[in-house]
């Protein structure tokens, strides 16, 4: 790989949202990650290559400068700030949005929940939990991954009241 395809790599990773970006070409490995001041270029070992001599060199590749953003027009005032209350894990374990993988989730964003209404399980110690909103709102944010795992008192949805 020639360095006119290397920097053309390093300004197409800095305009994208990659975070990591691996190249291999025969015995070249090139590995770009995005917030790093250093990408590593190093020449992979081949069979006939002495066990000593398999540490891959790294050279140092200084990614170009991001350029200075255009000045913007004025943002809006933001609206002013919603009252919002969380649901909160009762527990640690694994917060599921489903009560079963070919089932719909409990809720989505955008819906609206009243008290007493199951909104996710957490599975704790092979036991299923249904956790059910002590509010009634309207979802504004799930803030947990299906599968994910869950501490105690960890803010799982975000819910503006109902006035």
Known sequence: MDLKSILELLRFVNKSDLSEVIVEEGEFRLT?????????VAALPTAGT??????????????????????????PAPPPPKKVE?????????FYRRPSPDKEPYVKVGDIIQPGQVVCIIEAMK??????????????????EDAQPVEYDQPLFEIEPLS
Do not use: C, D
């Open 127 to 144: 036991l299923f939990n249904e956790i059910q909103s002590e509010i009634a709102g309207k979802v504004l944010r799930i803030l947990v």
């Open 50 to 75: 002495p066990a000593a001599a398999s540490a891959p060199p790294v050279l140092p590749v200084q990614a170009p400068t991001p350029a200075a953003p255009e000045p913007s027009k004025p943002e």
């Open 32 to 40: 770009i990650r995005r917030g790093s001041p250093v990408a590593s």
């Open 86 to 94: 969380y649901i909160r894990s009762p527990m640690v374990g694994t």
